[in-house]
Each structure stands twice: as structure tokens, then as C-alpha cells.
């Protein structure tokens, strides 16, 4: 659909001063994708850092001892706590490290089922709200106009779908990314980073907007 200005007999009944535009409601969208983006790729960046040990400071060895590395320090103390337990500790924190991460794996499909069919139904229902109305778009939309009550409505759903199938995929990637900091299993990292792009491919615009509303306008 071409943007362009609403005639007058387009605009009348239509526009209402002050309410909804294309533009803001896809500008919102994008600064609220940048933050949901962002904070994955710095939560990895962090997770990564400590998965690689680079924040353990040297132990100071006294007298006498040997010198040990940080890892050997963290390692002593877990073996420790699993002999006192017993082997059924060390085969249940065996057991979890394996079947964890087959987890993250699972969480991230559902997660990206859910992020596609969420929102489909999400715009379905929003078109059909609108369709009960028995409005109709104007054929040549500005995106910069204030929209009618309705047509607010309209918009700011179709946007909610998207930022909700955000929020899905970056809830998988957070609970992928815990999982590699618990299990230490670096190609967590991978549905993480998917998470991040599906987020980030799904960025709001306002030539998507557009199309979207161009079968209302010929409805």
C-alpha cells in the first residue's frame, strides 16, 4: 500500500486529532524491540564472560600449598559436597547436566511455535474486532495521521501481536542462556542468539504496518 495524504472525503469521520498514528505506534515498537534485544545480547555477553572463568580472580596459594587454579577451587568444593553425599549425588548431578540443556532445546521450539501462531490469531481476532465496526480504511493512508478511535484499536493490536512474539523468544532465550551458565554447555548459546535474531527480524515498520491494513482499505 502507498502512503500518501487522506483526500477530504477520505479524512472525514476518519481522523481524530490527537489519537493513534501508523508512525508512532511503529516507533514505540521499535524502541521497545531494541530494549527486549539488547538485553539478551548483554545477558549473553555476561553469561559467556563466566562460562569462560574470566572473572575468577588467582587463588593466593600459602605456604607450603601448591598453587591452584580458580576452576580447581570451585571443583574441589562440589566433589567434596557430591563424596559426602554419596554416588547417588554425582549420578543425579550427572543425570541433570544431560537431560537441562535437552530442555532449553524444547523450551525454544515451543517458544517458536508459540511466537508464530500467537500473533497470527492475536491479528486475526484484531482484523475481525475491526471488520465488526463496518469501517473502512481509506486506500492511501498517511502514516503520520491521527487515526479514529477504531482504527487505534486496530493498529495498537497488530503491534501488541508483534512485541508479544517478541517477548516469547526472548523469554527462551534468557531460559537457554541460564541453562548454559548452570550446565556449562556452550551451544545453548545458539537458540539464544535465533531468539535474538527472531526478535530483531520481527522489528516494526511501517511499510509492514501498512500492508497489513491494505485489505481493509479494499474490504
Given at each position: 500500500?502507498?502512503?500518501?495524504?487522506?483526500?477530504?472525503?477520505?479524512?472525514?469521520?476518519?481522523?481524530?486529532?490527537?489519537g493513534?498514528?501508523?508512525?508512532?505506534?511503529?516507533?514505540?515498537?521499535?524502541?521497545?524491540?531494541?530494549?527486549?534485544?539488547?538485553?539478551?545480547?548483554?545477558?549473553?555477553?555476561?553469561?559467556?564472560f563466566?562460562s569462560?572463568?574470566?572473572?575468577?580472580?588467582?587463588?593466593?596459594?600459602?605456604?607450603?600449598?601448591?598453587?591452584?587454579?580458580?576452576?580447581?577451587?570451585?571443583?574441589?568444593?562440589?566433589?567434596?559436597?557430591?563424596?559426602?553425599?554419596?554416588?547417588?549425588?554425582?549420578?543425579?548431578?550427572?543425570?541433570?547436566?544431560?537431560?537441562?540443556?535437552?530442555?532449553?532445546?524444547a523450551?525454544?521450539?515451543?517458544?517458536?511455535?508459540?511466537?508464530?501462531?500467537?500473533?497470527?490469531?492475536?491479528?486475526?481476532?484484531?482484523?475481525?474486532?475491526?471488520?465488526?465496526?463496518?469501517?473502512?480504511?481509506?486506500?492511501?493512508?498517511?502514516?503520520?495521521?491521527?487515526l479514529?478511535?477504531?482504527a487505534?484499536?486496530?493498529?495498537?493490536?497488530?503491534m501488541?501481536?508483534?512485541?508479544?512474539s517478541?517477548?516469547?523468544?526472548?523469554?527462551?532465550?534468557f531460559?537457554?542462556?541460564?541453562?548454559?551458565?548452570?550446565?556449562?554447555?556452550?551451544?545453548?548459546?545458539?537458540?539464544?542468539?535465533?531468539?535474538?535474531?527472531?526478535?530483531?527480524?520481527?522489528c516494526?515498520?511501517t511499510?509492514?504496518m501498512?500492508?497489513?491494513?491494505?485489505?481493509?482499505?479494499?474490504?
Open positions: 500500500m502507498s502512503s500518501g495524504n487522506f483526500s477530504g472525503e477520505q479524512f472525514a469521520g476518519f481522523a481524530n486529532p490527537g493513534v498514528t501508523i508512525k508512532s505506534a511503529v516507533r514505540t515498537g521499535q524502541f521497545i524491540t531494541l530494549a527486549l534485544a539488547k538485553g539478551v545480547i548483554f545477558f549473553a555477553a555476561i553469561v559467556l563466566l569462560w572463568g574470566e572473572v575468577a580472580g588467582p587463588v593466593v596459594p600459602r605456604a607450603g600449598d601448591a598453587a591452584m587454579a580458580p576452576g580447581d577451587v570451585i571443583g574441589d568444593g562440589i566433589n567434596d559436597g557430591i563424596d559426602r553425599e554419596g554416588p547417588d549425588a554425582a549420578k543425579r548431578q550427572s543425570t541433570s547436566e544431560n537431560w537441562l540443556p535437552w530442555i532449553g532445546i523450551v525454544f521450539v515451543v517458544a517458536a511455535t508459540a511466537g508464530v501462531v500467537a500473533p497470527a490469531v492475536m491479528r486475526s481476532w484484531a482484523i475481525h474486532n475491526f471488520q465488526q465496526t463496518c469501517q473502512q480504511l481509506p486506500m492511501s493512508i498517511d502514516p503520520a495521521m491521527p479514529s478511535h477504531d487505534g484499536q486496530l493498529v495498537t493490536r497488530l501488541a501481536s508483534t512485541l508479544i517478541q517477548a516469547i523468544f526472548e523469554g527462551a532465550g531460559l537457554n542462556l541460564v541453562l548454559l551458565l548452570v550446565t556449562g554447555q556452550i551451544f545453548l548459546v545458539v537458540p539464544a542468539l535465533l531468539a535474538v535474531f527472531a526478535i530483531v527480524v520481527q516494526p515498520r511499510s509492514t501498512l500492508d497489513r491494513l491494505e485489505p481493509l482499505a479494499r474490504a
